[in-house]
């Protein structure tokens, strides 16, 4: 046999592994993996934490305090990268993996990159069962990490050492495929880590990944094009998608020039600047007056990167005018033909200026403009600083945050009154909004702030989130103190879930189990949220009413720890502007007079829905 003979290089796959990661690049020459959140045990501490020890700042390593958490902060710095950067967390095998499947869960409904690399038993089955191993009686090859397969844009177990050279370019790809994006698994197996093998040094060269932008098919191109000119009242509902192409100059331009609103939702907003004089706010169940009406009126939408997911949609109630069509600008091919939509499959910005260019001069200009200052106006009455006495609502809270935030604010939150509320009442600057509204995961809030400061060190992070969702995850503030990593936490306390609490009220049900005062407890708790928070090392403190809260989170810019402002409010008022109806299913029978008032309201509303385009 003739021929060169490659070069080798003889590593352990842990090794390897991160070798390989530490060379895959942006286009901006970043490293793509930033770096790995790590918590070791048996599973992954000789092999993986040994490689992760070896390469140092090559790719760095973070200690966080549950591997859930830590798989937050990462997937808010991707969001907050707009997917053009990630980070890898890796856990032993067992309960440190399932720990992360609801945050691999949250990645793949937000469509968010991130690297999981979870210990795995032994490919050799020697020492079985090992400390933590699933034992299935029918099937040999499954293990506690197989949970990961339905909630993983790419999974993949590492039994070999050479797996690596298919696996890993694998990963990459549905890391930086803008249509595919979403979390990867790699179950390792723990003696694999540690196995040594002759990688190809040609491996190991340093690789740039290009995020493509896909053009649009010309014949869907065309149909859009022709359904558009036919429009007289057309709507735009801007999603996420248009944020991940950095299309929002080609949104605000497109819609100023052809006349064309827009409404954005909960993963859009911060597209266009609430300022704009066609952002009409948001669709849908937490909507805007002005949008829903927009939205009951438009003879054409046009989705543009939106899954229109139930709160965009109304539970497809929203769209309600006589012969309204539905136009879909979606890279991915799933999203595009949703809901018998007429699918434009490609990248929004590419989009979006092949329809201006074929659209001319045509401009609709349908939109009411006083009803945008009618909702401007309803913001202003409900956010305002109270005068009286009692405890302030959600929305005084949300204006004491607004009127304090400067253009480099970025404010957060993901479950519990505040999405809703956010999405309604919030004017967000451009790219000052980040709502996890895809999986609505509680306890993704301290973790999320993090993860965007990280991102974004320039910016002002302000973390909204309930007692509710703080008493379910709060210990990452305790690595951001560590970290010096600072944000500013508001903490609403009701005293329980407020915002289920009202949903099962206008469901009919009775007050039960979301609430403290209405659950099965001997004492009513007093949470010192406070001392909770400072034990942690985070600067705590109680705001006695709204003008205190906006004193203190001005106070709070000057430190380089996380702030946390506690505020007690009222579990009872809503947003308190706009709304629409949102299904979710009441009891049929039941017997109470509350339950059947509810029931028929409900299937009044349920006969409004469109069951197809
Ligand atoms: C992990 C998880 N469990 C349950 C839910 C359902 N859920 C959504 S909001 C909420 C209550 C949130 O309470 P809190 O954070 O105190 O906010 P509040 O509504 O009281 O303002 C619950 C239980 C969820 N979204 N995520
Ligand atoms: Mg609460």
Not at 247 to 276: M, Y
Request: aromatic share 8%; charged share 20%.
């Amino acid at each position: 046999m003739g021929g060169t003979t490659m070069g080798t290089i003889r590593l352990t796959a842990a090794q390897a592994m991160m070798k390989w990661l530490s060379v895959q690049m942006t286009e901006e020459g970043d490293r793509f993996i930033e770096g790995v959140w790590a918590i070791f045990g048996h599973g992954n501490v000789a092999g993986i934490g040994e490689a992760l020890h070896g390469i140092g700042d090559a790719l760095p390593t973070w200690r966080g305090q549950n591997e859930q958490t830590m798989a937050h902060a990462a997937i808010a710095y991707a969001k907050t990268k707009r997917r053009r950067r990630a980070q890898a967390v890796t856990s032993s095998i067992g309960p440190g993996s399932t720990n992360m499947v609801t945050a691999a869960a949250l990645a793949h409904v937000n469509r968010l990159p991130l690297l999981l690399i979870c210990g795995d038993v032994f490919a050799n089955r020697r020492p079985d069962p090992v400390l933590q191993q699933i034992e299935d009686f029918d099937d040999g090859t499954v293990s506690a990490n197989d949970c990961f397969r339905p909630v993983s844009r790419y999974f993949d177990r590492i039994t070999r050492p050479e797996h690596l050279l298919t696996c890993l370019p694998r990963a990459m790809r549905v890391m930086t495929d803008p249509a595919n994006c979403g979390p990867v698994t790699l179950a390792f197996c723990q003696d694999v880590q540690a196995e040594a093998y002759d990688y190809p040094e040609a491996f190991f060269e340093p690789k740039v990944w290009r995020i493509r932008r896909p053009e649009p098919d010309p014949v869907e191109l065309e149909a859009a094009l022709e359904m558009i000119k036919a429009a007289q009242r057309p709507l735009i509902v801007s999603g996420g998608g248009t944020l991940y192409s950095g299309a929002e100059g080609e949104l605000a331009e497109f819609a100023t020039r052809h006349g064309i609103p827009v409404v954005e939702t909960q993963a859009g907003k911060g597209g266009l600047s609430w300022e704009h004089a066609l952002n009409f706010g948001s669709p849908g169940v937490t909507g805007s007056a002005c949008a829903n009406q927009l939205a009951a009126e438009a003879d054409l939408i046009i989705g543009v990167g939106t899954r229109f997911q139930d709160f965009t949609t109304g539970s497809w109630t929203v769209f309600g005018a006589e012969g309204r069509k539905l136009l879909s600008i979606n890279l991915a091919g799933y999203d595009a033909q949703k809901h018998n939509a007429a699918p434009v499959v490609g990248d929004a910005k590419v989009v979006l200026e092949k329809l201006g260019a074929g659209l001319g001069a045509q401009s609709f200009g349908w939109h009411d403009a006083a009803s945008r200052t009618g909702w401007h106006d309803a913001v202003a009455q409900v956010t305002a600083a109270p005068n009286g006495a009692g405890l302030p609502t959600d929305a005084q809270v949300i204006g004491a945050v607004q009127r304090v935030s400067t253009r480099d604010t970025v404010v957060m939150c993901a479950a519990g009154t505040m999405p809703g509320a956010l999405q309604v009442l919030w004017q967000a600057a451009e790219g000052g909004y980040h709502m996890e509204y895809g999986y609505s995961c509680m306890g993704y809030e301290v973790a999320g702030a993090m993860g965007i400061k990280l991102a974004a060190p320039e910016k002002e992070v302000i973390c909204f989130v309930g007692d509710g969702s703080y008493m379910m995850a709060n210990s990452e503030l305790a690595t951001a103190v560590m970290r010096r990593v600072p944000f500013t936490i508001v903490l609403t306390d009701n005293r329980g879930y407020g915002c289920i609490n009202r949903l099962q009220i206008e469901c009919g049900g009775a007050e039960f189990n979301n609430m403290y005062k209405d659950s099965n407890v001997e004492v009513q708790p007093e949470i010192d949220f406070v001392a909770h928070a400072a034990s942690m090392g985070a600067h705590a403190e109680k705001a006695a009413d709204i003008a205190e809260l906006e004193a203190k989170i001005a106070e709070a810019r000057s430190r380089d720890i996380p702030s946390v402002i506690v505020i007690d409010t009222d579990a009872v008022p809503g947003t308190g502007a706009g709304g629409h109806w949102w299904d979710v299913a009441v009891p049929q029978v039941g017997g109470p007079e509350r339950l059947e008032q509810a029931r028929e309201k409900y299937e009044a509303h349920k006969a409004t829905q469109f069951v197809l385009n």
